[in-house]
Nanobody, 124 residues
């Protein structure tokens, strides 16, 4: 199994930037397709971005395309989410997740391992 811990959340103004990290332990993160999801109050958890095991393929939700970048450093057992041009509607708890597979997928229920989440608040 792998344990995931997110960090880097916080309060930022509209238009600002924030970087999230997801540190893995227990098993090498290179075995997992990794994704970032978010959940705002009163809303369902939604897909943000995902990256394949090698880091060569990534996929983004339309709402964040062009503003967010997912990356991974398998040597450091860490996955990142760089967020820029943040909007108030990006406010949510952000979770990283992983599953043992080869295909980038967007469905939360397909991911087996989750972190505890980190709060991102964008003030308008």
């Amino acid at each position: 199994q792998v344990q995931l811990v997110e960090s880097g959340g916080g309060l930022v103004q509209t238009g600002g930037s924030l970087s999230l990290s997801c540190a893995a332990s227990g098993r090498t993160v290179s075995s997992y397709v990794m994704g970032w999801f978010r959940q705002a109050p009163g809303k369902e958890r939604e897909f943000v971005a995902a990256i394949n095991r090698s880091g060569g393929t990534s996929y983004y939700a339309d709402a964040v395309k062009g503003r967010f970048t997912i990356s991974r450093d398998n040597a450091k057992n860490t996955v990142y989410l760089e967020m820029s041009s943040l909007k108030h509607e990006d406010t949510a708890v952000y979770y990283c997740a992983g599953y043992l597979g080869n295909v980038v997928i967007v469905t939360p229920s397909r991911y087996d391992y989750w972190g505890q989440g980190t709060q991102v608040t964008v003030s308008s």
